[in-house]
């Protein structure tokens, strides 16, 4: 069974960092994309972060340069390391995970960038 467990969200003032953290269960990482993804009050879901099986990375152009998605030694770990924070970052982050053509996501954390 796929369990996805996010932590790491919370108050923070633009300028300033975060890093969330997904741990994952059940979930066969040899073939899996994991990927982060948020929605912004009152706006559709959307993607923040992938990685892929073989390792590449991609990013929304909106974080580029300032969000960092990583796996922990382990893999059964992914991050979201978020720097230079700005109000519009403001959102329910989900963590999910895809193969074989389905799709299972994390119940999400809320980070609020505002000062």
């Known amino acids: 069974q796929v369990r996805l467990v996010e932590s790491g969200g919370g108050l923070v003032q633009p300028g300033e960092s975060l890093r969330l953290t997904c741990a994952a269960s059940?979930?066969?990482?040899?073939?899996?994309?994991m990927g982060w993804y948020r929605q912004p009050p009152e706006k559709e879901r959307e993607l923040v972060a992938l990685i892929l099986r073989n390792g590449t990375t991609n990013y929304a152009e909106s974080v580029k340069g300032r969000f960092t998605l990583s796996r922990g030694n382990a893999r059964n770990t992914v991050y979201l390391q978020m720097n230079i924070l700005r109000p519009e970052d403001t959102a329910f982050y989900y963590c999910?995970?895809?193969?074989?053509?389905?799709?299972?996501w994390g119940k999400g954390t809320l980070v609020t960038v505002s000062s």
């Open positions: 059940g979930v066969n990482f040899k073939i899996a994309t």
């Open positions: 999910n995970t895809t193969y074989y053509g389905s799709s299972w």
